[in-house]
């Protein structure tokens, strides 16, 4: 589990303490949806990243 992941489950338990669990249907306007979906949306980067490590290398470094 990489740092991405371990960061959602640690803010998912927050957000469900503060705000309550997911709606059972999403709403744009609802402010525990909205805070779902950017866990949710961190999860997701963290499996993408997972991905690229396994199987594709570097293919240049950005420059600052």
Known sequence: MNKYKDIAKKLRKQVEKDFGKKCKDFDFGCIVCQSHRVI?????????????????????????
């Open 40 to 64: 949710d949306n961190l999860e997701e980067l963290g499996s993408l990243i997972d991905v690229l490590n396994k199987k594709q290398p570097k293919i240049h470094d950005h420059k600052k």
